[in-house]
């Protein structure tokens, strides 16, 4: 009983991080028909800036976050603004490619100046004990603020002016353009909310696991991986999605070791794709 | 006499290599109706989509409320008054009729209040709006649709509201009442210009029409007087 309920914490935990990686990755895939392949660089670059924040800084991760939300916002905002929207109308495949090739950069431009060394922010907060379950409270706040993270972004896409115009984008974009809205504008907004998402996930990842550059590929297959499970494009699918990998790795982690976890995630991945390629909440024919 | 509100003048367009359209002019004076007719592909879609700058022209003027628009992006054409209610209505699936009207105010800066004001102003011409609004837009039936389309483009305040395909689809008595609701929209200032195949529709409620043939404007007169033509007759009202 104790140890089933350990696992769902720890499923809840990660759950909680998953849906937060892979929202901003599907909202940019289903509005733009982008595949996102920067990612996971993003991701640890909001690590990397949050660990540095306070290492260097003394700044405190939950300070640091809101700015690092900001910048990475700009820094995905110049990126599709200047270089992606040249050829966002292209096949997915050519704009796949670009984002690879901004990777590369980004992720080599980390590694040389950051190292491969993992860094992590120890905050000690200490424990928590409840019905027998052990949490660390740093790992209970980075939950916390995932979810409230991929809360306030369902808010603005469901009820405010600029989600009406993410959501008009996404469904026709012609129809769009003829209520005035700017589809080049709203595709670097909608880019910006992405990388905006992924480096705050980030620097909440840098007070629970150690982020080190080499991983920038196992945060882009988790997205990948959650986004498959729940269904592309919404803020609902991709909380299921993650909360059910979240679930499966901890478990599976538990019953057949850590090294297991992740095949099994990608096993459930491919499964769904041969039987329910839309995902579990995912409708057909968005277009 | 005064410029018209519209003048298309010796404008071509196209989509990549094909041309559609060859040296169109046309004008639509402020307060009226006036009808586009001609067959499927004629290039009635595809005047409007170039007047409201999703297609730039590749030659020609198009002058709006006294302003040079050719060329200009589908939100500066919306900003200058012109409203596209585009072929097949293309509502936003996913979001209510509610935010679909919104959509429609989407470039206006006015006070929240005003905003709400008009969109009353749409619930009153088309009450199944009101009682529809919290409803995905695209569970409507196709008149409803067409109805939340108009409302949309309605939501911008436009002087000139455009709107392609009307009929299409939807059962004649849901087009007697739009066509009721276009002439009650005209009759508070809006200058319409309507695309339609259904030519006894399209005459009876505008005051003047261009006959498109092949990307080109074949004819054009009163309706009344056209009506009579023996080849309108012949080739769009079957008689």
Same mark, same amino acid.
């Given at each position: 009983m104790q140890t089933t309920l350990q696992i769902a914490a720890n499923g809840l935990m990660l759950g909680a991080l998953y849906a937060c990686i892979a929202v901003g990755f599907s909202l940019v895939w289903g509005v733009l028909?982008?595949?996102? &392949?920067?990612h996971g660089s993003f991701i640890v670059l909001g690590g990397y800036m949050a660990f540095f924040a306070w290492r260097?800084?003394?700044?405190h991760p939950l300070v640091s976050l809101a700015v690092i939300a900001g910048l990475l916002f700009l820094l995905g905002w110049g990126l599709q603004y200047g270089i992606i929207n040249r050829v966002? &109308?292209?096949?997915v495949l050519t704009t796949l490619t670009l984002t690879f090739g901004l990777d590369m950069i980004v992720y080599n431009f980390m590694t040389l100046a950051f190292t491969a060394t993992p860094r992590r922010i120890v905050l000690d907060l200490g424990n928590i004990e409840f019905l027998g379950v052990v949490m660390p409270v740093d790992r209970i706040v980075a939950m916390v603020l995932a979810l409230a993270l991929t809360g306030l972004l369902f808010a603005v896409l469901r009820s405010s002016k600029l989600g009406r115009a993410i959501v008009a984008v996404r469904m026709d974009r012609d129809a769009a353009a003829l209520m005035g809205i700017r589809v080049d504008r709203i595709y670097a907004i909608t880019f910006g909310i992405g990388a905006l998402m992924a480096g705050a996930c980030g620097s909440l990842l840098a007070v629970v696991y150690p982020v080190t550059s080499s991983m920038t590929g196992l945060f882009l297959g988790k997205a990948f991986v959650v986004c498959v499970i729940g269904g592309l494009g919404s803020v609902p699918g991709a909380l299921i999605g993650g909360l059910s990998l979240g679930f499966i790795e901890s478990a599976a982690g538990h019953w057949l070791g850590p090294q297991d976890a992740m095949t099994i995630g990608f096993v459930l991945m491919i499964l769904l794709l041969m039987t329910k390629p839309t995902g579990l909440l995912g409708k057909q024919g968005y277009e | 006499m005064a410029e018209p509100l519209l003048s298309v003048q010796g404008v071509s367009a196209g989509y990549g290599d094909v041309?559609?359209?060859?040296d169109v002019n046309l004008s639509v004076e402020a307060g009226r109706i006036v009808c586009l007719v001609g067959s499927n592909g004629a290039g009635k879609s595809t005047l409007l989509r170039t007047i409201s700058g999703l297609i730039k022209p590749t030659r020609g003027q198009i002058r709006f409320a006294g302003r040079d628009l050719a060329g200009a992006s589908p939100d500066e054409i919306l900003r200058a008054g012109i409203a596209h209610v585009p072929e097949g209505r293309r509502l936003f699936k996913g979001l209510t009729v509610r935010d679909n009207l919104l959509l429609g105010a989407y470039l206006r800066n006015d006070a929240h209040a005003d905003i709400v004001r008009d969109l009353d102003a749409v619930f009153a011409l088309f009450p199944i709006l009101k009682e529809r609004?919290?409803?995905?837009?695209?569970?409507?039936?196709g008149g409803e649709q067409q109805m939340c389309a108009i409302g949309r483009g309605m939501m911008a305040r436009p002087q000139l509201l455009m709107i392609d395909e009307?009929?299409?689809?939807?059962a004649p008595r849901m087009v007697e009442r739009i066509a009721e609701a276009l002439t009650e929209i005209n009759r508070t200032g809006v200058t319409i210009l309507l695309v339609e195949q259904d030519v006894l529709t399209a005459f009876e409620l505008a005051d003047y029409a261009y006959v498109v043939e092949t990307g080109r404007i074949s004819m054009e007169g009163n309706t009344s007087t056209l009506a009579d033509d023996p080849r309108v007759r012949q080739a769009y009202l079957g008689l």
């Open positions: 028909n982008v595949i996102n &392949m920067l260097d800084l003394g700044v966002v &109308m292209q096949p | 041309q559609v359209l060859w609004q919290n409803q995905d837009a695209t569970t409507l039936s009307l009929s299409l689809g939807l």
